[in-house]
């Protein structure tokens, strides 16, 4: 009883050290290049039945303030069976730095969006290599809030990517995102090698070759990730960045089961992390299994000075957490979401750890793009 007792009380401390962080966290930006000797950069886009999404994604890199002559846009089309392809040729024909590759099958033994990587990186030019998603639009100085990070010793940087969509469901991911933008930003800013977010992320280009390039990096259902390390075990420097110029809008994931599959997807994935990531994992979750569970224990022997400790934990988590949240808003320079929403959120995280937790364990595939995969 004691060590339960004990897993709320660490995760305040865990709260109290992500926030001392986040509020003295200075997202720095260096004047690396000069507006004569701009690097060429390719973008990368993976996209699979993203016909409803595929088009912004377009136009939003089609509006980055940056030499158009210096920007190659490589879709990578998954083998879409809806209008995707049709969609991103139109921009294709009208613009010539755009360029769609279709993605086949092979016996590389890579799926997902590795596999699209892997086809795509031969046909990139640039000096450095900018990944997203189809279905995230970036803002108009995403590439050089990026590359004020990339000096001469960095290999890989991670920008921050929210929700931005309609909907009770698009605003309570979008504060779900902000959160964990903000847990992987003060890993990073501790100087510990977190991950980076897959949708919003740039690579040098010696760097990434330097690992060989996805289709000699062992496969894993979290690509991002898998660079990630990968970059960093060859002796690279790292960033996660946290302000208003790399910040990315995601549209929001449907239906609470897809939204399972992706956190099965993303926690499958994260096998290989470091020790003490899990070490996270296992406070944030026990958290929410604890609380109940210990309620439920003192409410039946009428302990109640003791549930009223429960009581007040709970309440400083969600204090301690809203603070942080209010503080990553701000760093990304978008408008704080109100007390009411916080308080909803609440509900909704303990909803979204406690079934994810029980639908990791269920021996189900993961699925993603109308794809299983058994990780």
């Given at each position: 009883?004691?060590?339960?007792?004990?897993?709320?009380?660490?995760?305040?401390?865990?709260?109290?050290?992500?926030?001392?962080?986040?509020?003295?966290y200075e997202s720095r930006s260096l004047q690396i290049y000069g507006a004569e000797d701009l690097p060429d950069v390719s973008?990368?886009?993976?996209?699979?039945?993203?016909?409803?999404?595929?088009?912004?994604?377009?136009?939003?890199?089609?509006?980055?303030?940056?030499?158009?002559?210096?920007?190659?846009?490589?879709?990578?089309?998954?083998?879409?069976?809806?209008?995707?392809?049709?969609?991103?040729?139109?921009?294709?024909?009208?613009?010539?730095?755009?360029?769609?590759?279709?993605?086949?099958?092979?016996?590389?033994?890579?799926?997902?969006?590795?596999?699209?990587?892997?086809?795509?990186?031969?046909?990139?030019?640039?000096?450095?290599?900018?990944?997203?998603?189809?279905?995230?639009?970036?803002?108009?100085?995403?590439?050089?809030?990026?590359?004020?990070?990339?000096?001469?010793?960095?290999?890989?940087?991670?920008?921050?990517?929210m929700v931005r969509s309609n909907g009770i469901d698009g605003w309570l991911q979008e504060i779900d995102w902000a959160y964990?933008?903000?847990?992987?930003?003060?890993?990073?800013?501790?100087?510990?090698?977190?991950?980076?977010?897959?949708?919003?992320?740039?690579?040098?280009?010696?760097?990434?070759?330097?690992?060989?390039?996805?289709?000699?990096?062992?496969?894993?259902?979290?690509?991002?990730?898998?660079?990630?390390?990968?970059?960093?075990?060859?002796?690279?420097?790292?960033?996660?960045?946290?302000?208003?110029?790399?910040?990315?809008?995601?549209?929001?994931?449907?239906?609470?089961?897809?939204?399972?599959?992706?956190?099965?997807?993303?926690?499958?994935?994260?096998?290989?992390?470091?020790?003490?990531?899990?070490?996270?994992?296992?406070?944030?979750?026990?958290?929410?299994?604890?609380?109940?569970?210990?309620?439920?224990?003192?409410?039946?022997?009428?302990?109640?000075?003791?549930?009223?400790?429960?009581?007040?934990?709970?309440?400083?988590?969600?204090?301690?957490?809203?603070?942080?949240?209010?503080?990553?808003?701000?760093?990304?320079?978008?408008?704080?979401?109100?007390?009411?929403?916080?308080?909803?959120?609440?509900?909704?995280?303990?909803?979204?750890?406690?079934?994810?937790?029980?639908?990791?364990?269920?021996?189900?595939?993961?699925?993603?793009?109308?794809?299983?995969?058994?990780?």
């Open positions: 009883m004691t060590f339960l007792i004990l897993i709320p009380a660490l995760y305040l401390l865990v709260q109290t050290w992500q926030l001392s962080v986040l509020f003295r973008i990368w886009v993976a996209c699979r039945n993203e016909e409803k999404n595929i088009r912004a994604c377009i136009d939003s890199l089609l509006k980055l303030n940056y030499p158009n002559h210096k920007i190659q846009i490589l879709i990578g089309n998954d083998q879409s069976t809806d209008a995707t392809r049709e969609i991103a040729l139109e921009f294709a024909q009208k613009h010539a730095n755009i360029k769609v590759i279709d993605v086949v099958d092979n016996d590389s033994g890579l799926k997902a969006k590795a596999r699209v990587m892997a086809q795509l990186d031969v046909h990139a030019t640039g000096d450095f290599y900018l990944i997203t998603d189809a279905d995230v639009r970036v803002k108009p100085n995403w590439i050089q809030g990026l590359l004020s990070n990339m000096d001469s010793e960095m290999g890989v940087c991670s920008g921050t990517t964990f933008m903000g847990l992987l930003n003060v890993i990073s800013y501790s100087g510990v090698p977190a991950t980076a977010v897959g949708n919003n992320m740039i690579i040098r280009k010696e760097a990434y070759w330097q690992t060989g390039g996805y289709s000699q990096i062992q496969f894993s259902i979290t690509e991002d990730y898998k660079l990630y390390s990968e970059v960093c075990a060859k002796g690279w420097k790292w960033n996660n960045i946290m302000n208003g110029d790399v910040l990315a809008f995601s549209e929001k994931t449907e239906g609470f089961g897809n939204l399972l599959h992706q956190r099965k997807r993303w926690l499958s994935g994260g096998k290989e992390l470091p020790w003490y990531w899990w070490i996270l994992f296992a406070i944030y979750g026990g958290f929410y299994f604890v609380i109940p569970l210990l309620s439920i224990y003192f409410l039946w022997e009428a302990q109640y000075t003791a549930l009223s400790y429960l009581g007040l934990l709970w309440g400083l988590k969600f204090a301690f957490q809203s603070l942080q949240i209010h503080k990553i808003f701000r760093l990304v320079n978008e408008k704080t979401p109100h007390l009411g929403r916080l308080l909803i959120y609440e509900f909704y995280l303990f909803a979204v750890t406690t079934f994810t937790a029980l639908f990791f364990v269920l021996p189900v595939k993961t699925k993603w793009k109308n794809r299983s995969y058994k990780v």
